[in-house]
């Protein structure tokens, strides 16, 4: 019993002393912005099915909406990478601007890395602020509707409520303005987190191509679903 | 060519510094940048001034001493070279040049262009060496057969000067790139696995204790050094750090 006790305790430790350093705090942002690349694939799986097909698309959201283990298990768990992914974002960046407390008065940050790669606090920000909004806009409503108000299930209610979301063009334009951040946000982030794992080997050509062709055609894709509906509007 | 200087100056590690505008007349397109400021300091003693301090000292890319951040760029425009390897001809004539030390936390400046870079010897001696039994018995190192891909790629680590130019380019002032080439260097070859796991933990450790920022691959480290070290060894380093503290 002590001898596992011990193991727990050693494997703690290592784990904290892991966490505690930059390296551990690099792979823990990596690994967390690949699991949100996975939700963002799934994601956009169920949405494209509304250009197709309207039953589809609401029986795969009912199933979604209402099954225990996406509900309670898998649900809980994006919501803390989301967050995880942004409070790291946020303590990474405040560590680094500590590192250099005199600024240079010349710098050209543009002659030897992507745009993308030195902002992407604030294409962050852009998208955060956007979860904001999609978090009052269909969580908070989902919430109240089903634990709160307690109303009966309709499972043919979703796709209705999707075309209702994109009829305002503001929204629209706010869901096009977030997915080119999100894109620009993307060109970095993803094949980073390989090379952060430690993958830089004779795979990385192709990872950083299948980074491109992803982060242009998956948010180009929710772009092209919002217009669908909101041009359907009319 | 003439041109216009704008230069860092500080008196000490307390004062607080400004930038300096000087002109200088009828540079030799032929010059190295050292070269060019020792002209500049010999005209600043004939008026009185102060000549500017910065480091140097082999003048021929070896020792990493030079470590000026020109026109927004470590080592200035050039590629593939350090300060005293850049050439005057790489200017236009009228061209302003503005000229920096190296700005990290990790880096403090001593006087106008010189930086302590210390922090890199106290990461170095943390793990970046091989212990060997001194007793008589050491195996002659050129006797164990090494792998030509490896031993390329450990060469390769090897080059890196320890000029600071990666931390200097990175906008976190990371210095992962430095630490990254000196455990590949050891990691790639036998003699230096058996203290692999303790090297990479003391040496990151270390690294984090000096005040270096978070790596967040922007790449700009690899295009600024002036040996070419890769992102790969960072890559590697991950690797030997995400293993070593499992292992523990």
Same mark, same amino acid.
């Given at each position: *019993?002590? +001898?596992?006790?011990?193991?727990?305790?050693?494997?703690?430790?290592?784990?904290?002393?892991?966490?505690?350093?930059?390296?551990?705090?690099?792979?823990?942002?990596?690994?967390?912005?690949?699991?949100?690349?996975?939700?963002?694939?799934?994601?956009?799986?169920?949405?494209?099915?509304?250009?197709?097909?309207?039953?589809?698309?609401?029986?795969?959201?009912h199933? *979604? +909406?209402?099954?225990p283990?996406?509900?309670?298990?898998?649900?809980?768990?994006?919501?803390?990478?989301v967050?995880?992914?942004?409070?790291?974002?946020?303590?990474?960046?405040?560590?680094?601007?500590?590192?250099?407390?005199?600024?240079?008065?010349?710098?050209?940050?543009?002659?030897?890395?992507?745009?993308?790669?030195?902002?992407?606090?604030?294409?962050?920000?852009?998208?955060?602020?956007?979860?904001?909004?999609?978090?009052?806009?269909?969580?908070?409503?989902?919430?109240?509707?089903?634990?709160?108000?307690?109303?009966?299930?309709?499972?043919?209610?979703?796709?209705?409520?999707?075309?209702?979301?994109?009829? !305002?063009?503001?929204?629209?334009?706010?869901?096009?303005?977030?997915?080119?951040?999100?894109?620009?946000?993307?060109?970095?982030?993803?094949? !980073? !987190?390989?090379?952060?794992?430690?993958?830089?080997?004779?795979?990385?050509?192709?990872?950083?191509?299948?980074?491109?062709?992803?982060?242009?055609?998956?948010?180009?894709?929710?772009v092209?679903?919002?217009?669908?509906?909101?041009?359907?509007?009319? | 060519?003439?041109?216009?200087?704008?230069?860092?100056?500080?008196?000490?590690?307390?004062?607080?510094?400004?930038?300096e =505008?000087?002109?200088?007349?009828e540079?030799?397109?032929?010059?190295?940048f050292?070269?060019?400021?020792?002209?500049?300091?010999e005209?600043?003693?004939?008026?009185?001034?102060?000549?500017?301090?910065?480091?140097?000292?082999?003048?021929?890319?070896?020792?990493?001493?030079? #470590?000026?951040?020109?026109?927004?760029?470590?080592?200035?425009?050039?590629?593939?070279?350090?300060?005293?390897?850049?050439?005057?001809?790489?200017?236009?004539?009228?061209?302003t040049?503005?000229? %920096?030390?190296?700005?990290?936390?990790?880096?403090?400046?001593?006087?106008?262009?010189?930086?302590?870079?210390?922090?890199?010897?106290?990461?170095?001696?943390?793990?970046?060496?091989? #212990?060997?039994? =001194?007793?008589?018995?050491?195996?002659?190192?050129?006797?164990?057969?090494?792998?030509?891909?490896?031993?390329?790629?450990?060469?390769?680590?090897?080059?890196?000067?320890?000029?600071?130019?990666?931390?200097?380019?990175?906008?976190?002032?990371?210095?992962?790139?430095?630490?990254?080439?000196?455990? #590949?260097?050891?990691?790639?070859?036998?003699?230096?696995?058996?203290?692999a796991?303790?090297?990479?933990?003391?040496?990151?450790?270390?690294?984090? %204790?000096?005040?270096?920022?978070?790596?967040?691959?922007?790449?700009?480290?690899?295009? %600024?050094?002036?040996?070419?070290?890769?992102? %790969?060894?960072?890559?590697?380093?991950?690797?030997?750090?995400?293993?070593? #503290?499992?292992?523990?």
């Amino acid at each position: *019993m002590l +001898g596992l006790y011990t193991v727990i305790l050693n494997h703690k430790l290592k784990l904290m002393t892991l966490t505690a350093s930059s390296i551990g705090r690099k792979v823990a942002m990596a690994l967390s912005g690949i699991f949100l690349v996975l939700f963002l694939t799934q994601h956009f799986s169920i949405n494209l099915l509304s250009v197709f097909s309207e039953s589809l698309f609401n029986e795969v959201s009912h199933f *979604m +909406g209402n099954n225990p283990l996406v509900q309670f298990v898998l649900q809980p768990v994006l919501i803390f990478g989301v967050l995880f992914h942004f409070i790291m974002g946020f303590i990474l960046e405040f560590q680094n601007a500590k590192s250099r407390t005199v600024k240079y008065s010349n710098y050209k940050g543009s002659a030897n890395a992507s745009w993308m790669s030195r902002n992407m606090i604030y294409s962050g920000i852009v998208i955060l602020s956007f979860l904001g909004l999609h978090f009052y806009d269909f969580w908070v409503p989902e919430m109240k509707y089903k634990y709160v108000e307690v109303l009966p299930l309709n499972p043919d209610r979703y796709f209705e409520e999707l075309v209702h979301k994109f009829e !305002s063009p503001v929204r629209v334009g706010l869901y096009v303005l977030s997915f080119v951040f999100l894109s620009l946000h993307l060109l970095h982030g993803f094949s !980073s !987190s390989f090379q952060s794992v430690g993958v830089n080997n004779k795979y990385s050509k192709s990872i950083k191509t299948f980074t491109k062709a992803f982060s242009i055609i998956v948010p180009l894709g929710f772009v092209f679903i919002a217009l669908f509906h909101h041009l359907n509007a009319f | 060519m003439n041109l216009t200087l704008k230069v860092w100056r500080q008196a000490h590690k307390n004062a607080k510094g400004k930038m300096e =505008t000087y002109q200088m007349k009828e540079v030799s397109p032929d010059m190295s940048f050292l070269e060019m400021m020792d002209v500049l300091n010999e005209q600043l003693m004939a008026e009185g001034i102060d000549p500017i301090a910065f480091d140097h000292d082999c003048r021929e890319g070896i020792c990493g001493m030079c #470590s000026m951040f020109i026109n927004g760029e470590a080592h200035g425009p050039d590629r593939l070279v350090t300060t005293c390897q850049l050439h005057m001809r790489k200017f236009k004539d009228g061209d302003t040049i503005t000229i %920096e030390p190296f700005r990290a936390k990790a880096f403090p400046v001593i006087k106008d262009l010189t930086v302590d870079r210390s922090a890199f010897d106290r990461v170095q001696q943390a793990g970046g060496f091989v #212990s060997v039994n =001194t007793s008589g018995n050491t195996q002659d190192a050129n006797a164990i057969p090494i792998d030509k891909h490896d031993a390329d790629k450990a060469f390769d680590a090897a080059t890196c000067i320890g000029c600071g130019a990666c931390v200097a380019t990175c906008k976190n002032a990371s210095a992962m790139l430095f630490v990254s080439a000196k455990v #590949s260097q050891y990691a790639l070859l036998p003699q230096g696995k058996v203290e692999a796991t303790d090297r990479v933990l003391n040496m990151v450790k270390q690294m984090d %204790e000096e005040g270096f920022g978070n790596c967040t691959n922007t790449g700009a480290c690899e295009v %600024e050094c002036p040996k070419g070290i890769s992102l %790969e060894n960072i890559a590697r380093m991950n690797r030997e750090y995400l293993s070593a #503290s499992l292992k523990g």
